[in-house]
T-cell receptor
Framework: AQSVTQLDSQVPVFEEAPVELRCNYS??????LFWYVQYPNQGLQLLLKYLSGSTLVKGINGFEAEFNKSQTSFHLRKPSVHISDTAEYFCAVRRFGNEKLTFGTGTRLTIIP | GAVVSQHPSWVICKSGTSVKIECRSL??????MFWYRQFPKQSLMLMAT?????????EQGVEKDKFLINHASLTLSTLTVTSAHPEDSSFYIC?????????????FGPGTRLTVT
């Protein structure tokens, strides 16, 4: 079975500052990796995903993430955050050949004006 | 493209009654739909996976007789919470996977907040 750990439950960041949201995973087999964003009272929206190839993945809204196989990490970064980035961010993994997504517990990103 | 809707967006019901939540893929055919439950400030927990025309596969610990799932067409899946109790109050989210693309992406609905009084 696979698992996802998001160590930071809350991350406050000043507007226009950079941010990194951490995600580590555990799996005995190869996985796909995802980051989703959830705005208040809404469903999840895909930010980016890693399937294969380049380990640096660019997504929507200026976010990017880097897959590090040796450290089993997939940290999400943005060089300059905006008030509108205030939301809950979830990291998720999915095993090859399996449709089930396993989510982390989420990180609440709060942007301070 | 790839829009998933849910109805209702919120519902309040009395303990002991049943509630039906609909999940629709608006612009694509969803061969597989997923139902998740999210408690406040927690992650999404997969409840069940349904494929069109076949019985749903429930995750361990989810009562299949309490959470009835029907996936009668390629664009509609329903979740019925039977004999609801206050502990069933939660945010229910569905997602759908279509035939196209790389087959890895699930598109999520906006969720349904259920409150049982």
């Amino acid at each position: 079975a696979q698992s996802v750990t998001q160590l930071d439950s809350q991350v406050p960041v000043f507007e226009e500052a950079p941010v990194e949201l951490r995600c580590n995973y555990s799996s005995s087999v190869s996985v796909y990796l995802f980051w989703y964003v959830q705005y208040p009272n809404q469903g999840l929206q895909l930010l980016l995903k890693y399937l294969s190839g380049s380990t640096l993945v660019k997504g929507i809204n200026g976010f990017e993430a880097e897959f590090n196989k040796s450290q089993t990490s997939f940290h999400l970064r943005k060089p300059s955050v905006h008030i509108s980035d205030t939301a809950e961010y979830f990291c998720a993994v999915r095993r090859f050949g399996n449709e089930k997504l396993t989510f982390g517990t989420g990180t609440r990103l709060t942007i301070i004006p | 493209g790839a829009v998933v809707s849910q109805h209702p967006s919120w519902v309040i019901c009395k303990s002991g009654t049943s509630v039906k939540i609909e999940c629709r893929s608006l612009d694509f055919q969803a061969t597989t739909m997923f139902w998740y439950r999210q408690f406040p400030k927690q992650s999404l927990m997969l409840m069940a996976t349904s494929n069109e025309g076949s019985k749903a596969t429930y995750e361990q610990g989810v009562e299949k007789d309490k959470f009835l799932i029907n996936h009668a067409s390629l664009t509609l899946s329903t979740l019925t919470v039977t004999s609801a109790h206050p502990e069933d109050s939660s945010f229910y989210i569905c997602s759908a996977r279509g035939l196209g693309g790389d087959g890895t992406e699930q598109y999520f609905g906006p969720g349904t907040r259920l409150t049982v009084t």
